[in-house]
């Protein structure tokens, strides 16, 4: 078929506008052209021929090149750039045309992107992965008339957007070189058999649309745990549930990472073997007796890989370089804000590459925007719950349930009831009950008020000497110097008990105090309760936890002497229990609705039913790397 087109656009108006009607007709195609580049001089002399033998130069290379559509991803595969422009590749004066005329297909850009781009515009494509293309209102009136342009044209902005626009439908790209027409035959990966291909992809295809830079948010430095996570599409088809936490090492698992794990199990226990687990561990070094305790898991490196690991366990603290695999049948189960960031912008990354949507699992242990003062991090935090259409929320209490589902709307959400830990049930025993005080202190975490209860128990003891001189204060929850304490006297810290050892503190002592000024009731103050303790604690915005248990107290103000005050009536009215024998409270759980208790079986049926099917279509984002190359004999 010939046609005569205007003179404008050279060969991609008319290849691409001029012929549009005739793309439907074909799954594959070829685009050739007379490719002159009088303004580079010699160096470019041969650039035509290069692009021509590599693409058609003999029938053995045509049919190694369609050999490699039998793989129906693959959308796009064109020369390695001619050796002497491979330092020369840029955006030019095209970046501003190009993104407007991505956006005009729904394809967001920015500059955090590794150009690629089939340099000269020859190419072997399939039609479906150009099809945004050729659906947008282009006509060769929207290209400039021919001046001898070098740059800066919508035929220079069309051709550096190929590849972005065939990723957009879920296609990829591979590059092909002959040895002998390449100076730097030692850097071609030579493909003997299908076999080679998928060890090859990983290091020739590297998405266009990917973001590059994990410091490209001018946050990621200050707020650390922010830098952003690199993906990778993985060709595993298998579903899959990615859980995102900050640590699995015994020593900083506290009571939230405890709870994500024992969910993330019940919800792979109902799954069986039709999903595939993976950690990835955010913002900690894995250490050895992590390994250890995780063992059923695999260790895999935080790289592009084949994927195929049933169980997998990913550090991906150290991010410089490395990629996280990606699936289409991936969900995410986030543990904090910032692994919920890292959830929404994987399930981003997972929609741009396999199209459709999917849920994200949320595990929201309090309401995070109040751990920080007014500023970026409360700010970041309280966005993540506001991607409703896409949350599964699993509340942990009641308490905090009622309050987060009456702030927030959440696609589903479920609550985790509070339960004493069995061990610790098991553990407790009738003993006589000793002059002992124990106080959950974690001198780290803000919302515990570590120096309220320390400036209160100063006045407590200043006011009341002698019977404060007969009470042992014990500090559990976390490690830190005696001299913090100061000067609180008779006080040591117990660091992060053992659940056995806590057992044994619970069985002995006769008063608690463990403040959370957040909506979460917090576990300790409900087992120090549980376990006979009389036990001080504070009120808060949809919380009050005397209505679990009648051995609670809490201030009607939280000051030091306020504080001081209720500690030394708890202690007075405890003292004569010293020596004897202190039963365990039954525990009244507040009112909730029973439908919205967390069932794994539930959930997880849920869970199937979204990796058969994607539930709703989300946005598609743009960010980029850049690709080696096949060598295809």
């Known amino acids: 078929m010939t046609r005569i087109c205007p003179n404008r656009g050279r060969d991609i108006a008319a290849k691409f506008f001029g012929f549009r009607d005739v793309y439907a007709n074909y799954e594959l195609f070829i685009h050739v052209h007379t490719k002159r580049s009088p303004h580079g001089g010699e160096a470019l002399a041969r650039w035509r021929d290069y692009l021509i033998d590599n693409l058609l130069g003999s029938e053995r290379i045509v049919r190694s090149i369609l050999s490699l559509f039998d793989d129906p991803r693959l959308g796009v595969v064109f020369p390695q750039h001619l050796f002497e422009l491979r330092g020369i590749l840029n955006w030019g004066y095209d970046y501003d045309l190009a993104r407007n005329l991505l956006k005009r297909m729904n394809i967001e850009i920015d500059k955090n992107l590794t150009l690629e781009f089939p340099s000269g515009s020859m190419f072997w494509g399939r039609t479906a992965a150009i099809r945004p293309l050729l659906d947008i209102d282009i006509g060769f009136a929207d290209f400039p008339p021919e001046s001898g342009q070098v740059d800066g044209t919508l035929a220079h902005a069309i051709e550096r957007s190929l590849l972005m626009i065939a990723e957009s439908r879920g296609f990829e790209w591979l590059k092909v070189a002959q040895r002998d027409l390449y100076p730097m035959g030692h850097t071609l990966l030579p493909v003997r058999s299908v076999d080679d291909l998928a060890e090859h992809r990983l290091k020739v295809f590297q998405p266009a649309l990917a973001c590059v830079d994990s410091n490209f948010h001018p946050y990621a430095t200050p707020i650390a745990e922010t830098r952003p996570l690199l993906s990778y599409p993985s060709r595993n088809d298998r579903p899959r549930l990615t859980l995102l936490t900050p640590t699995v090492n015994p020593q900083q698992t506290f009571g939230g990472i405890a709870t994500a794990m024992k969910l993330f199990s019940a919800l792979l226990a109902e799954l069986g073997d039709e999903f595939d687990a993976r950690i990835v561990v955010t913002d900690a070094d894995i250490e050895p007796q992590a390994y250890a305790t995780l063992s059923g898991y695999t260790p895999v490196p935080y790289a592009a890989s084949l994927d195929t690991e049933r169980a997998a366990l990913v550090d991906a603290n150290e991010r410089e370089g490395g990629r996280l695999n990606v699936r289409d049948n991936d969900i995410f189960f986030a543990t904090a804000w910032w692994t919920a960031e890292f959830a929404l912008a994987m399930e981003c990354e997972r929609a741009r590459y396999f199209g459709g949507g999917r849920p994200f699992i949320y595990l929201i242990q309090d309401d995070e925007p109040n751990f ?156 120090m309760a549980e376990a006979g303790l009389a036990t001080i604690t504070n009120a808060f915005a949809g919380k009050d936890l005397r209505r679990r248990f009648d051995n609670i107290v809490s201030p009607a103000r939280l000051d030091p002497a306020s504080l001081a005050d209720l500690i030394e009536d708890t202690v007075a009215r405890m003292e004569p229990f010293v020596g004897a024998i202190v039963p365990r409270r039954r525990h009244s759980a507040p009112p909730a609705d029973a439908m919205r208790r967390f069932d794994p079986k539930t959930l997880a049926a849920e869970l199937r039913r979204a990796a058969a099917s994607p539930l709703y279509a989300t946005g598609e984002t743009s960010r980029s790397i850049s690709a080696s190359t096949c060598e295809i004999y």
């Open 372 to 527: 920080y003062g007014r500023g970026a991090k409360s700010s970041l935090a309280e966005a993540t719950y506001h991607h409703g259409d896409q949350t599964i929320a699993i509340v942990n209490s009641e308490e905090l349930f009622s309050v987060m589902t009456e702030k927030y709307r959440f696609r589903d959400a479920y609550y985790v009831p509070y339960e004493l830990n069995e061990r610790i049930g098991e553990r407790l025993t009738d003993v006589a009950r000793e002059p002992t005080m124990l106080v959950y202190g974690r001198e780290t975490v803000a919302r515990n008020a570590f120096e309220l209860i320390c400036a209160a128990l100063v006045i407590w003891q200043q006011r009341d000497p002698i019977r404060a001189s007969r009470w042992n204060i014990v500090f559990l929850g976390e490690d830190f110097p005696d001299s913090l304490l100061y000067p609180v006297q008779n006080a040591t810290v117990g660091g992060k008990a053992r659940l056995d050892d806590y057992a044994d503190h619970l069985s002995r002592a006769l008063v608690g105090v463990s403040l959370m000024i957040s909506p979460h009731p917090s576990y300790p103050p409900l087992e």
